[in-house]
């Protein structure tokens, strides 16, 4: 499975952005998809995952309410949505998949992941 993160960039605070990761090489809807993010100096940690039909969401729990993830699964892509930025939502964001929902919060089980892109909210 091949995945393509794309969508980052600048925002003031209080802005939205949304990545895209786009999905190759094995039947998209088979997939639980993640995003996760690493701020310099820090661990990479869990941000938000979905199930394989987009119908279970799972965020944590400090971007719950201003972040939003979402699949479409005829075009391979799932999306976070982000908006009310924070600067301490600065870190390159990394999509990543794997087969089961079972912890889905933890990063080890994502057999799949894609190569980052940069968030980078000013103050």
């Known amino acids: 499975v091949q995945l393509q993160a794309y969508g980052g960039g600048l925002v003031q605070t209080g802005g939205s952005l949304r990545l895209s990761c786009a999905a190759s090489?094995?039947?998209?809807?088979?997939?639980?998809m993640g995003w996760f993010r690493q701020a310099p100096g820090k661990e990479r940690e869990f941000v938000a995952a979905?199930?394989?039909?987009?119908?279970?969401?799972y965020y944590a729990d400090s971007v719950k309410g201003r972040f939003t993830i979402s699949r479409d699964n005829a075009l391979n892509t799932v999306y976070l949505q982000m908006d009310s930025l924070k600067p301490e939502d600065t870190a390159v964001y990394y999509c990543a998949a794997r087969s089961s929902v079972q912890s889905v919060r933890s990063k080890t089980g994502y057999d799949y992941w894609g190569q980052g892109t940069q968030v980078t909210v000013s103050s």
């Open positions: 090489g094995r039947a998209f809807s088979t997939l639980v």
């Open positions: 979905v199930s394989w039909s987009g119908g279970t969401a």
